[in-house]
């Protein structure tokens, strides 16, 4: 059982360039989330998902797309990167948050260098 | 605005000492409120979750404070060991619709110093 896992696990982009990173969960979660972490700042999500094929935007959703065609992936794109998409990416992947023991689970995070 | 705002910012203690960790939220509607750890390179995770009737909840050396009226919360950890050096995250915990959205504070980065 490993939870959730990410990958890559550290990327170093030039600005315009493209790349896509890949989240897998093993606990049959319906949910899953994208956010990323600056210094100074809370996590902020991105995107997320209620279930397979469906995503949502979250609170900082410009620049970035994603996709959920199974239900244990949720891949998170850069289209065309810029230096303000520096930071680290954590995915997440939870029950329903109505359920009595809601709780999201993350995964160790993608470290993103963009030049 | 729904906000989480966290103090100190950083804290540098000695092993053994207890420290205390502040939180104050602004969420609506309220339903519970979090503590992460989050170890250097590694995701967040969650060390107690309170609802709103709840007072305190222990999890071993770690016990945290909710106070509904005031929309304050507090981390104390007992007897520190080189191992609690992390960041320290209050998350707030709304619904909206048919999710259920987390709303972090900027964290208290702790160091235990031998």
């Known amino acids: 059982n490993a939870g959730v896992t990410q990958t890559p696990k550290f990327r170093v982009l030039k600005t315009g360039q493209s790349m896509t990173l890949l989240c897998a969960q093993d606990?049959?979660?319906?949910?899953m989330y994208w956010y990323r972490q600056d210094p100074g700042m809370g996590l902020r999500l991105i995107h997320y998902?209620?279930?397979?094929?469906?995503?949502a935007k979250g609170e900082v959703p410009d620049g970035y797309n994603v996709s959920r065609l199974k239900k244990q992936n949720f891949l998170l794109g850069l289209e065309s990167a810029a230096p303000s998409q520096t930071s680290v990416y954590f995915c997440?992947?939870?029950?329903?948050?109505?359920?009595?023991?809601?709780?999201?689970?993350f995964g160790p995070g993608t470290r993103l260098t963009v030049t | 605005k729904n906000q989480v705002e966290q103090s100190p910012q950083s804290l540098i203690i000695l092993e053994g000492k207890n420290c205390t960790l502040q939180?104050?939220?602004?969420?609506?509607?309220?339903?519970?409120l979090r503590w992460y750890k989050q170890d250097t390179g590694r995701g967040p995770v969650s060390l107690t979750i309170?609802?709103?009737?709840?007072n305190t909840k222990s999890n071993g050396r770690y016990t945290a404070t909710l106070d509904a009226d005031t929309k304050q919360s507090s981390l104390h950890i007992t007897a520190s060991q080189l191992s609690d050096s992390a960041s320290y995250i209050c998350?707030?915990?709304?619904?909206?619709?048919?999710?259920?959205?987390?709303?972090f504070g900027q964290g208290t980065t702790l160091q235990v110093k031998p």
């Open positions: 998902s209620v279930g397979e094929g469906t995503t």
């Open positions: 939180c104050n939220y602004t969420v609506s509607p309220f339903s519970n």
């Open positions: 309170m609802t709103f009737s709840e």
């Open positions: 606990m049959n979660h319906e949910y």
């Open positions: 997440a992947s939870s029950y329903h948050p109505r359920t009595a023991t809601y709780e999201q689970y």
């Open positions: 998350v707030g915990l709304h619904y909206s619709g048919n999710t259920g959205k987390l709303i």
